[in-house]
C-alpha cells in the first residue's frame, strides 16, 4: 500500500527558499513575494532556488558549459564544495577553464582548487554508459567532502545512442539529487532540427519536463537587412540570449535577456531583448557588439 500526507504534515520537510549565487545577473531573475503593507512586492532571490536542479539547455556555443563553469567557481569561491561531472570534456581542459574563470572572477583559485572535486566521465566508458556506477561514485563524493553543488556537462552525453532510455535516466539522476539534497545544473544539448529558443533538448523532453526548470540559451546571427534593422547591429554580429523557461520552485523573470560573453570567458548578462534594442535604436549603447 502507498502512504498519504496531510499538506501540514508536510511542513517540516519544505525547504527553505533562497537563492545559490551563480555570479551572474541570473541571480536576480528569480524571487520570491513578500507581503508589504496592502499589496505584495518581488524579493529577489540572489541566485538560483536553493535545491533545485535545473536544466541548461542551448545549441552549440551559447554558453552553457561557461554559465556551468562560473556556477562552480562562484559556489567554490565562497566556500562550498561543488562536484563536477565533466562527460564531455577531459578534466585536464576543465581545470584549465575553470582556472580561467576564477581568475576572471577575482577569487581565489587556491580555495576554488580546493572546493571543486572533479569526475571525469569523458575517459571512462564505465561511467558513461553505466548509471549506477556514476551515480555510486557521485555518492561517495558527496558523502566524504560534504558537497551542496553539482555540474553535470552534460547529461545528454549519459544517454547517446540510446534516446528511448533517456527519460529513465534523467529520472534516475533527478531523484538521486533530491535524495542528497543537492543544488543543481544540468546542461542538456539540443539537436540541431529543434527550435534554437525551446526548451526541447536531445532526447525529446525528458529533461525539461522532470528537471525543476530550464534556462534556455540561443544566439542570433546577424545577416538579413532586417536583422540589421531590428536589432541595431553589424551583418556578421551575434546576438546572444537567455531565457527561463519554467521553474517550479519560484517565481521568475520570464523576458528574454541579451547578455554576452566577455573577453576574460565569463556571461555578463546586459538587459532585457525589447530594452536592449530600443537603447540601440535610440543611439544608447545598450552593451558591446
Given amino acids: 500500500m502507498g502512504e498519504y500526507h496531510t499538506l501540514g504534515e508536510l511542513r517540516d520537510r519544505a525547504p527553505k527558499l533562497f537563492g545559490i549565487p551563480t555570479g551572474t545577473r541570473l541571480d536576480e531573475l528569480f524571487y520570491r513575494v513578500e507581503r508589504s503593507g496592502d499589496g505584495y512586492r518581488r524579493v529577489p532571490l540572489g541566485g538560483i532556488p536553493h ?3 535545473l536544466n541548461v539547455t542551448g545549441v552549440p556555443d551559447t554558453g552553457k558549459s561557461i554559465l556551468a563553469e562560473q556556477f562552480a567557481v562562484t559556489q567554490a569561491g565562497a566556500g562550498y564544495r561543488v562536484l563536477y561531472v565533466t562527460v564531455e570534456s577531459p578534466a585536464g581542459f576543465l581545470y584549465t577553464a575553470l582556472k580561467q574563470k576564477s581568475e576572471a572572477l577575482g577569487l581565489s583559485f ?3 582548487e580546493e572546493n571543486i572535486l572533479v569526475i571525469d566521465a569523458s575517459a571512462s566508458d564505465e561511467l558513461r554508459e553505466n548509471p549506477r556506477a556514476l ?3 557521485m555518492a561517495y563524493a558527496i558523502r566524504e567532502r560534504k558537497v551542496t553543488n553539482v555540474v553535470i556537462d552534460s547529461i545528454t552525453g549519459l544517454y547517446e545512442h540510446k534516446e528511448v532510455a533517456a527519460r529513465q535516466i534523467v529520472r534516475q539522476f533527478f531523484n538521486f539529487l533530491k535524495r542528497w539534497r543537492q543544488t543543481a545544473i544540468l546542461v542538456s544539448q539540443k539537436r540541431s532540427a529543434q527550435a534554437s529558443e525551446s526548451a526541447e533538448a536531445a532526447g525529446g523532453l525528458a529533461v525539461a519536463h522532470i528537471l525543476d526548470g530550464t534556462i534556455v540559451l540561443d544566439k ?3 545577416e538579413t537587412r532586417w536583422d540589421v534593422s ?3 547591429l ?3 554580429s551575434v ?5 527561463i523557461d519554467g521553474c517550479r ?3 521568475h523573470d520570464s523576458r528574454t535577456w541579451v547578455f554576452e560573453i566577455t573577453e576574460l570567458g565569463t556571461i555578463e548578462i546586459l538587459a532585457p531583448l525589447e530594452e536592449y534594442v530600443r537603447k540601440r535604436g535610440g543611439g544608447g549603447s545598450g552593451g558591446s557588439e
Avoid: M, N
Wanted: glycine letters at 4%; aromatic letters at 4%; hydrophobic letters at 45%.
Fill in 239 to 243: 546576438l546572444r540570449t537567455l531565457r
Fill in 249 to 251: 520552485l519560484a517565481p
Fill in 220 to 222: 542570433k546571427l546577424i
Fill in 135 to 137: 551515480l555510486d561514485t
Fill in 110 to 112: 587556491q580555495e576554488v
Fill in 51 to 53: 535545491l533545485a536542479v
Fill in 230 to 232: 531590428l536589432y541595431h
Fill in 234 to 236: 553589424p551583418p556578421g
